[in-house]
């Protein structure tokens, strides 16, 4: 089993900043494909970003240049660090990670953090 525990978010005005970070516990392995997602009001689920099996990070058109995503294998954490945030970007924001399996692959999700932009 894996468990995921997301933190940081919050109420912040546009332009500002703030970093999520998912703690990661349970049957893992560095080259399991990690990532954020989001949710909105009335919308459904969006990959936000993610870093793949080889470690490349792969961002959503409407962050790159704002977000970035990173994982500290040592310290099982994943992170979002959240710059010139926008109205738009409000949403529940999840933690993601895909474990493949001998019989397949399986999603575990973090329970979600709330990220308000006020404009």
């Known amino acids: 089993q894996v468990q995921l525990v997301e933190s940081g978010g919050g109420l912040v005005q546009a332009g500002g900043s703030l970093r999520l970070s998912c703690a990661v516990s349970?049957?893992?392995?560095?080259?399991?494909?990690v990532g954020w997602y989001r949710q909105a009001p009335e919308k459904q689920r969006e990959l936000v970003a993610r870093?793949?099996?080889?470690?490349?990070?792969i961002y959503t058109e409407s962050v790159k240049g704002r977000f970035t995503i990173s994982r500290d294998n040592a310290k099982n954490t994943l992170s979002l660090q959240m710059n010139s945030l926008r109205p738009e970007d409000t949403a529940v924001y999840y933690c993601?990670?895909?474990?493949?399996?001998?019989?397949?692959?399986?999603?575990?999700w973090g329970q979600g953090t709330q990220v308000t932009v006020s404009s």
């Open positions: 993601n990670v895909k474990v493949t399996y001998s019989l397949g692959t399986r999603d575990y």
């Open positions: 349970g049957s893992t392995s560095n080259s399991n494909v």
């Open positions: 870093i793949t099996s080889g470690g490349t990070p």
